[in-house]
């Protein structure tokens, strides 16, 4: 397993168990509703989870479990948590950096309807950026979170792509960003009007 595996491991594991934690009644289908993830791959990550001694299941009364973050689990949901603040710390520098660098290039350029593509960690770092580059975002597409709001703008689905106007797309995922270009492509989007920063993988641009 790579390091960009172990990390999206890690992070599922803190996310469930923080779920967990604050309801322990919180059902399979929530935890995917909640996490964005396939009901089937929760069900694994629990199953994980447990094998570990991180949590208990309870099956009482019959076919409606609950899940219960064992002693051990909340030392590693401390440790997971601690990890998770220090790798957002690297993340927040490095792309703080590039988003300021590319902000900066298209201010002194004609490139001035910019569109957000992805809505995580790394899409809120970058709208700090472009706001303090004095440009203004001109709409977020994202799959997961569409209907949501963002700095006051709502969240549109991948669709939306083909048809807002915009100089560039700027990739600001730190999960999916492949996915979501490959996916700006399929509907169309001409290659060229993608950027993507963290094309090399932003925990390679973080040394972890």
């Avoid at 703080?96 to 569109?115: A, G, H």
Wanted: with cysteine; hydrophobic share 40%; glycine share 6%.
């Amino acid at each position: 397993m790579n390091s960009r595996d172990e990390h999206s491991e890690d992070y599922r594991s803190l996310l469930l168990l923080d779920e967990i934690s604050k309801n322990n009644e919180v059902t399979q289908r929530d935890l995917s509703k909640k996490l964005g993830v396939a009901l089937g791959l929760i069900n694994s990550y629990l199953k994980n989870l447990a094998s570990k001694g991180y949590i208990t299941v309870s099956g009482i009364p019959r076919k409606r479990y609950s899940y219960y973050v064992t002693a051990n689990g909340f030392t590693e949901k401390t440790r997971l948590t601690y990890q998770h603040l220090r790798n957002f710390t690297n993340l927040y520098k490095v792309a703080r950096r590039d988003f300021s660098l590319l902000f900066n290039s298209y201010r002194r350029s004609d490139i001035k309807r910019i569109v957000f593509c992805g809505n995580d960690e790394v899409s809120e770092i970058a709208y700090l950026s472009l706001k303090e580059a004095g440009l203004d975002l001109t709409a977020i597409i994202d799959a997961a979170s569409a209907g949501k709001k963002f700095f006051g703008l709502s969240v549109l689905p991948l669709e939306a792509a083909a048809s807002i106007e915009s100089d560039v797309i700027v990739i600001t995922s730190f999960q999916s960003g492949a996915e979501l270009k490959n996916a700006l492509v399929a509907l169309g989007v001409k290659e060229e009007k993608i950027c993507f920063p963290g094309a090399t993988g932003w925990l390679k641009r973080m040394g972890v």
